[in-house]
């Protein structure tokens, strides 16, 4: 027998002293002595050994990136050994881990491969043995096991004295990783911010086990500012360069070693963003080359960065932005990065957004479903009564053997995303739209022909979801041929096509220019859904199908995106109206929310995107036809805000708008308005990079004392394209100081807000500069084998050999039982109080008890 907390029996003599002395608590009668020695036995928690010999081993499974390569051809043949080695009443349990740890599914025998769908990009060996440690059941004899490249990304310290307390050595086996002849980018220094105009420094330090010249890649957002060679000399080498920025916002600078015979990939590239400080300024993403916004909103006194090259923006334009104007610019032409990231921009990071109207704009532009579209004021779905148009719609899908691919972070194929587009797709038509649907492979296969969507969306929906991926690739103008020759039967408004295809495995272009210039005449449209990037072989062939089917193009590597896209494209063609005619404008007492001060409108617009009002928001100026829709339209969205203009402000339809003596005044009380209220003065927020932790200190003076005391700070984060933010806990340091740390993923980014009451401060994107798991530290490894002859275990370099291992003793523990007791003799205990049963027995003890005073 073992007591694991032998220090209560102290109170054996503390209560014996305590019954003496107070004989009116009775502690001397036997039943209220019992329920005391059982309460101390509980505490000192009892256990006795178990005479069995299963063991039970729970094998860690490093399933890191810098592991795979090593492990995974080796896993199955060693999970396979210790399976068969071990004895009938022995237990194998695996638990797969890399930054997070999961026990492996019974239903996933060894052996038979993993499934492990976490991150990758970190080796959290000490997180892993924790989980698996905490479901270990105390009643089993058991050991740790790990399968790894030794190469922990976190220390191990504590490890050794929570496994020698559970009594459970800790085994493991190594795949060595070879280093020999390996470059490897040590560091990248670099500001974290500079002024606008500043000249700044940067230094690359590259390591190798061998001296010579290796060739060095700049990159600044994606883009090569550079190739330059680096000499390494004694296993170290520098290289620095000068760059100078005249534009604010966060820049992503990258360098990549060129290597030609490296030995270690994974190693070769170091990143970091740079923050270019300016004044608080508006991005406007315009369709214009000379923007009349841009030139009111100068003449206001406004900073403004026109943007007409949408390639340009990006995650870090947002640093140091405090509104974003979309002047219609189509969703698809904006890195679906950016889109994502508006939602944080506004709803954390305080900042504001709006929306302008054109024939590429709102539903037009394909914002509908997009992750703008819960940010607006207004919703872009088209009622059905105020559908003018029947449309005739056919979707022609890849179903080549690429799209039998599993999705990354899915349980689907991409075939079954696509499928589940193409039937949002279809649930969006109108009930008097038309549509047909054609999978393509070597051949087009009728999946659903052309008929009325209306009685039969349920029927072209079930069809369309039991698409299935043949083989081959896809026959793009077979497909495009025979969904042409169904359209042309269709007496409507509009017919168009939206192909689906993988944009590196698109074959058989055919006499597709003559078809499309045919479709062209006839008014028919050609839109692309491309899976893959613009990089890919076969994507300047669907960038060519879409321009001369007078349509959009949408490149997406994220299958998961894939229902979306379809929604979208969906959308634009079959349920968006941009009204082409005079429409009179009438303001309404809305205006006075966002202006301080009345504003003579314009009598009229020349033409607007339909749309309607959210519940919540607040319109300022109505059209004056029969929909009564919200020309001006705006409302609070988290800390930030957001506006639509339903009308153009550039371009075509608005020349009665451009000559409009309050279009200065308007824009400049827009712009005020979504730029919200300045910050007083008196706080401030600093951060810093140690490594991969992220450190965020919140600085305040006594002004702002009182507001801390009514909003407590709150810290959000995101990382990269995520849109969903996290909170992160604060630690009070000392008044007036509060500091947050916070571990960063490898091979992303972070962006974060602190929000105090109505004040929003924004920081961002930061990351860590180059990846821990790929630095093969030989601390980490020496500590690993510290930890496991400090638990008692050993390297097994046979693994049949663990279960052959002295087996640590297994203990049953009682206190189980002694509740049980403890329940039972107070409730005898009580009825002997009560009742007075066996009073007899104690009467010499009553005797000896003082009496009561009166």
Known sequence: ?????????????????????????????????????????????????????????WVLVDQSESAGDLLGPRISEWETILEKSRRPSDRLHFVDFAGEAVTRGAQIRAGSGTQYAGPRGATRLKSAASYTLAQIPESRASRLLVLTDGFSTEPLDGLAERLREQGVPLDYRLAAQSTVGDWRIAALALPRRVQLREAFLAEVVVLGDRDGKIPVELTRNGQSIGRRDVEVINGVGRLRFTDRLGVAGAFHYEARLMAADDAVAGNNAASQWVEVQGGPRVVLATAYENDPLAQALRAQGFEVEAITDLGLLNVGTLTGTKVVVLNNVPAYRLDPRFTKALDFFVNHQGGGLAMIGGKHSFAAGGYFGSPVEPLLPVSMELKQEHRKLAVAMAIVMDRSGSMSMTAPGTSLVKMQLANEGAARGIALLGDNDMACVYAVDSEPHEVCPLVAVGSNRGTLQNAVRRVESTGGGIYVYQGLKRAWAELEKAKVGQRHIILFADAADAEEPGEYKALLEKMSKEKGTVSVIGLGTEKDSDADFLKDVALRGNGRIFFNSDPKELPALFAQETVAVARSAFIEEPIALKGTPGWMEMASGNLEWLPKVDGYNLSYLRPGATQAAVSGDEYAAPLVAFWQRGAGRVATVSFPLGGDFSATTRSWQGYGGFAQSLARWLMGETVPPGVGLRTALEGSKLRADLFYDESWNQRIAAHAPELVLVQGDNIQAAPAEWERLAPGHYRATVELVPGTYLRGAVKIGDAAFAFGPVNAVTNPEWSFDRKRLD???????????????????????????????FRRWLAVALVLVLLLEAWQTRTGWGAGWFKRADKQAPEAVA
């Open 1 to 57: 027998m073992r007591l694991l907390s032998p220090e209560w029996l102290l109170l054996i003599p503390v209560l014996a002293v305590a019954g003496w002395f107070w004989r009116g608590l009775k502690l001397a009668r036997p039943l209220r002595a019992l329920c005391l020695l059982v309460v101390t036995a509980l505490l000192v928690q009892p256990q006795v050994r178990k005479q069995s010999d299963a063991l039970d081993l």
């Open 783 to 813: 500590e690993l084998k510290s930890v496991s002859s400090r638990s008692g275990g050993a390297e097994r370099v046979d693994l049949s050999d663990v279960w052959n291992a002295p087996r640590p003793p297994a203990w049953k523990d």
